[in-house]
């Protein structure tokens, strides 16, 4: 994906408009808009406030990272993104909740388990 669509993505789920995102970083609308179209990048400076702006790193606005900050927090890697499913992220969600009361021991047992289902 390259950064014009990012940009884009990005201004959209955090619902900022053009005009917003253009007083906050300081450049002009028609700017903005050239930058979401295609017709421009922005110089290095910019595209390092741009991803400070949204909290995402520069390789991500580049197209060279997939991985959001907030995903990264959340465990994501680099080499391993997928989605999941409600019920992956249900039994994600307690699996965690198990390491937290009974310690990484009760986690690697689960693991060995689920092993051996398959």
């Known amino acids: ?3 014009a669509i990012k940009l884009k ?13 253009a007083k906050d970083l300081n450049v002009s609308i028609g700017c903005v808009g050239m930058w979401e179209s295609t017709k421009q990048t922005p110089p290095a400076t910019k595209l390092i406030q741009i991803a400070n702006y949204f909290d995402v ?18 465990g994501a890697s ?21 390491g937290k009361k009974h310690g990484e021991q009760a986690q690697q047992a ?9």
Not at 57 to 74: P, Q
């Open 9 to 21: 993505e990005l201004r959209e789920i955090k619902n900022i408009s053009q005009a917003k995102l």
């Open 78 to 98: 680099e080499t391993k993104k997928i989605s999941i499913t409600p019920i992956e992220d249900e039994m994600l969600y307690l699996f965690r909740e198990i």
């Open 57 to 74: 790193s520069v390789d991500y606005l580049l197209g060279h990272n997939e991985i959001t900050s907030e995903e990264r927090k959340a």
């Open 110 to 118: 689960l693991i060995t388990v689920a092993e051996k289902m398959l």
């Open 1 to 3: 994906m390259n950064f």
